[in-house]
């Protein structure tokens, strides 16, 4: 059983930063391939960051120089660094990660980006 929680959501600024986290509930945290996702109002939800058990790391292009993904292995712990955040950068977050086939995700928190 996989269990993800997200933290780290709220409101900001057009221009300004924010850093989610997502703690994972597995035994051996080191070996997940962990992700974002968004899901804008009105829209399907889609990829924003990877980052691979072996530290590989692949970023949409919309978020490249800007969004940075990090993992804490000994905190069992994914990060999202978020700057210079756009208005159309609203939406539900989500940690997603898979074993055996199967997509695990978090319950999502809101970013809003105000202009």
């Known amino acids: 059983q996989v269990q993800l929680v997200e933290s780290g959501g709220g409101l900001v600024q057009a221009g300004g930063s924010l850093r989610l986290s997502c703690v994972a509930s597995?035994?051996?945290?080191?070996?997940?391939?962990m992700s974002w996702y968004r899901q804008a109002p009105g829209k399907q939800r889609e990829p924003v960051a990877r980052?691979?058990?072996?530290?590989?790391?692949n970023y949409a292009d919309s978020v490249k120089d800007r969004f940075t993904i990090s993992r804490d292995n000994p905190k069992n712990t994914v990060y999202l660094q978020m700057n210079s955040l756009k208005t159309d950068e609203t939406g539900v977050y989500y940690c997603?990660?898979?074993?055996?086939?199967?997509?695990?995700w978090g319950q999502g928190i809101q970013v809003t980006v105000s202009s």
């Open positions: 997603n990660t898979f074993l055996a086939g199967r997509d695990y």
């Open positions: 597995v035994k051996i945290f080191s070996v997940y391939t």
């Open positions: 980052i691979s058990d072996t530290g590989a790391i």
